[in-house]
């Protein structure tokens, strides 16, 4: 099946890197933050309200639980385009009836969790050290995954 690594936050390295970030770097990821966090944001400013009934019923954490398919679909492919990944680095699956299927809901995956941590940060990130205000339908977030990401798993670039 799987190996995975040891998945920690490296606390030091992931705030010593905001040093690195110019205008010019945030100019480039603009369509990314467009699309990520318009969903995010405001779909997290609606969080509270209860999921409309005969919605699929989601093992979300992190973003609202009545967020809607087309938005969630953005989300998740911002997340493939920010680490150059496909689906399966953070969803498991398993064989249903002699075939393969995908298994979105489940939390198998460490990765999984840490896209959880990692969407906390960012957005913690972007309200305290940037005074990012979440409910303007036109506020553009000054960080987002791709900000650190950049395309690549490890931002670092140290490992693959
Ligand atoms: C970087 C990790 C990551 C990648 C890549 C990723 N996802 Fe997700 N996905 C998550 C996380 C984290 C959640 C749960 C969010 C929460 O708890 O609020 C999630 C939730 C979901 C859900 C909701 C499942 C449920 O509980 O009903 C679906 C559907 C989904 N993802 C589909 C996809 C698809 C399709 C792709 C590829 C286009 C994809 N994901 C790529 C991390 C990822
Ligand atoms: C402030 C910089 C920063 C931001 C913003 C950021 N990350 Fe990360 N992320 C990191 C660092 C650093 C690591 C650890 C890299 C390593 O293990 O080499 C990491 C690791 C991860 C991992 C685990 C990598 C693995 O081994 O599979 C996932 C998944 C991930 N990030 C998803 C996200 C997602 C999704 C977002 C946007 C919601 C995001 N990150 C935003 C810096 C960032």
């Known amino acids: 099946m799987y190996t995975v690594r040891k998945l920690t936050v490296r606390k030091s390295s992931n705030f010593s890197n905001l040093t690195f970030f110019t205008p010019t770097q945030m100019l480039m990821n603009k369509k990314f933050y467009v699309v990520l966090f318009l969903a995010v944001t405001v779909a997290l ?4 309200s209860a999921p409309p009934q005969g919605e ?6 992190v973003l ?6 087309e938005d969630l ?25 002699g075939r393969f299927k995908m298994d979105f809901a489940s939390d198998a995956k460490p990765e999984k969790e840490m896209a959880r941590n990692m969407l906390k940060m960012t957005a913690k990130i972007n309200k305290k050290f940037f005074h990012f205000k979440a409910g303007a339908a036109d506020a553009v977030p000054p960080i987002s995954c791709m900000t650190c990401h950049n395309g690549k798993v490890h931002p670092e670039g140290g490992k693959k």
Not at 56 to 61: I, W
Not at 64 to 69: L, R, T
């Open 64 to 69: 609202p639980k009545n967020i809607s398919h």
């Open 56 to 61: 699929p019923k989601r093992n979300l954490k």
């Open 73 to 97: 679909d953005k989300v998740m492919h911002g997340f493939n385009d920010a680490l150059g990944v496909k689906c399966n680095h953070c969803h498991s699956g398993g064989q249903v009836d």
């Open 45 to 48: 400013s609606i969080a509270a």
